[in-house]
């Protein structure tokens, strides 16, 4: 069974930066056949998507965070990026990874305990 492990969370003021990881258990070949993904989940809100990048490194973003969020990944170390910039309180939220798939979503059916990103002044 695949185990994530998101890190770098914290707190930030609005403007601020941050850099989220995300390491997955899985064997590198395996790691690298899936696309991952970062997902967020807000006090009282569902949890969405925020960025995805495919097997093939393409990449796909949320309106509201394009041009400010950077997804990438790293295959040789099992894990995947989220570079945030220019952070706003309205990404305060638990942020998650998982392994994903354009126009199916999350692939695995657990979650990491997710890394907590708090923008406020």
């Known amino acids: 069974q695949v185990q994530l492990v998101e890190s770098g969370g914290g707190l930030v003021q609005p403007g601020g930066s941050l850099r989220l990881s995300c390491q997955a258990s899985?064997?590198?070949?395996?790691?690298?056949?899936?696309?991952m993904a970062w997902y967020r989940q807000a006090p009282g809100k569902q949890r969405e998507l925020v960025a995805g990048?495919?097997?093939?490194?393409?990449?796909n973003y949320a309106d509201s965070v394009k041009g400010r969020f950077t997804i990438s990944r790293d295959n040789p170390k099992n894990t995947v990026y989220l570079q945030m910039n220019s952070l706003k309180p309205e990404d305060t939220a638990v942020y998650y990874c998982?392994?994903?798939?354009?126009?199916?979503?999350?692939?695995?059916?657990?979650w990491g305990q997710g890394t907590q990103v708090t923008v406020s002044s």
């Open positions: 998982n392994r994903w798939r354009v126009g199916v979503g999350p692939l695995l059916g657990s």
């Open positions: 899985a064997s590198r070949m395996e790691f690298s056949i899936y696309g």
């Open positions: 990048i495919t097997s093939l490194f393409i990449t």
